[in-house]
């Protein structure tokens, strides 16, 4: 029975922990929108690209933040796939090539979990994979343009 306390006394203060970040997240994402002016929480669909790639970022930064606050070492808060996505799509944004390689270094997940989701989502029709013809060794990678409009869509209606 010893070790059943010990082990509930561990997932207590796991979950007080977690509480504990909860609240510093919840005050932060409520300072972050108390900051905001009117017409950046109101669903506008005409937004430039620096207003997409700032709205972009602003959702990358919240997803690092949540995995950050909540996750205790086992990813179940990561979001990689969306993460990947928004990298990608903030790179095409940018007229920045992006390999299929470096977006799955930059993942922060193994190298072959990235390489299966991203091989899943060029399946999905969400990314494409195009060769570099000046290396056929490397393999550039973008949004597809119904992915693009879907994370548009989402942006474009994103409170911050």
Known sequence: ????????AELRLTIKQANEKFEIL????????????NDRCSDSKDLDPAG????????LHWGRLK??????GNGLFAD?????????????????????SAIAHSSG???TTAMRYINVMVEQGLLEKS???ADNRM???????????????LLSSAPF
Request: charged fraction near 30%; hydrophobic fraction near 35%.
């Open 109 to 111: 997940i193994p190298m």
């Open 131 to 133: 060769s570099n013809p």
């Open 139 to 153: 393999v550039f990678v973008a949004v597809s343009g119904e992915c693009r409009k879907r994370i548009e869509s």
């Open 26 to 37: 919840d005050k932060k994402i409520s300072d972050s929108c108390g900051q905001l002016s």
């Open 80 to 100: 990689s796939c969306w993460n990947m996505c928004l990298d990608i799509y903030i790179c095409g944004l940018k007229d920045e090539q992006v390999t299929v």
């Open 52 to 59: 997409l790639i700032d709205r972009a970022e602003k959702f």
């Open 1 to 8: 029975m010893d070790s059943i306390e010990a082990d509930l």
């Open 67 to 72: 995995s950050g606050a909540l996750d205790t």
